[in-house]
């Protein structure tokens, strides 16, 4: 009898601590009642690989590790979620692997060629770099604008960041710090930035799809994302 009530009582301080926890936004995977009534959506809920695609087929189940999707030879460059996006906030944490190189894509318009026709907010072990942030770093927009400060944290820990696309303009916080303000406009010339350096587009990136998929970047690492969440902004 005692056995039974020691139980009953751990499950309800247990259920009592999951609520607690996810009142404050602090449970993987779930939105909280106040990102309901804001708008956000979840597009991982850390069980299944539901809505997210390798190329045409569904996302392989062993991508599904521990709460997290890590893409890694999941068949695709880029695994992406099913429905595209356009305007939004999008916010999700992520752990790296040492010497992982990997991103998260916006905006892609052609599947077949993601690189070419979305935006990539790159994922790199930069964390102990002494020297300025280069476009290639932990947090740039790829290849288009440094990072402002670094931001990333060493691998093995977990990294927060928010993206947020409306229209031209591009903005991230990594880790609590804004390292992109960028308005897409101002890329007027291919293969070039504003501040007059080489890119790799062969477009000036004010002509990439202002609406496109969201995906996640195989590059050969392991690298786990949790809590994905969508914020449409109307």
């Given at each position: 009898m005692r056995g039974t009530l020691r139980s009953t009582v751990a499950a309800g301080i247990g259920l009592s601590l999951v609520l607690a926890l996810?009142?404050?936004?602090?449970?993987?995977?779930?939105?909280?009642?106040?990102?309901?009534?804001?708008?956000?959506?979840?597009?991982?809920?850390?069980?299944?690989?539901?809505?997210w695609m390798s190329g045409e087929k569904?996302?392989?189940?062993?991508?599904i590790q521990g709460g997290t999707i890590n893409p890694r030879g999941a068949g695709a460059y880029v695994s992406h979620y099913k429905d595209p996006f356009g305007d939004f906030v999008l916010s999700c944490d992520f752990k790296i692997s040492p010497g992982c190189n990997s991103g998260i894509f916006f905006r892609v318009g052609d599947l077949k060629d993601p690189v070419q026709s979305g935006f990539e907010i790159q994922i790199y072990d930069t964390a102990n770099k002494k020297t300025k942030p280069g476009k290639n770093d932990g947090g740039a927009l790829y290849d288009a604008v440094a990072p402002s400060v670094n931001a990333m944290k060493p691998a093995g820990e977990w990294d927060h960041i928010e993206i947020t696309a409306d229209k031209s303009l591009v903005k991230v916080v990594l880790n609590g710090q804004q390292v992109i303000d960028a308005d897409l406009d101002r890329w007027t010339t291919p293969h070039k930035n504003p501040d007059g350096s080489q890119n790799k587009y062969n477009k000036p990136l004010k002509d990439f799809p202002r609406s496109g998929y969201i995906g996640l970047q195989d590059h050969g690492h392991d690298v786990w994302f949790k809590n994905i969440k969508v914020k449409p902004i109307k």
């Open positions: 996810a009142a404050a936004g602090e449970v993987d995977n779930q939105l909280t009642p106040r990102e309901k009534a804001d708008g956000w959506a979840l597009l991982f809920d850390g069980k299944t690989a539901g809505g569904p996302l392989p189940a062993k991508t």
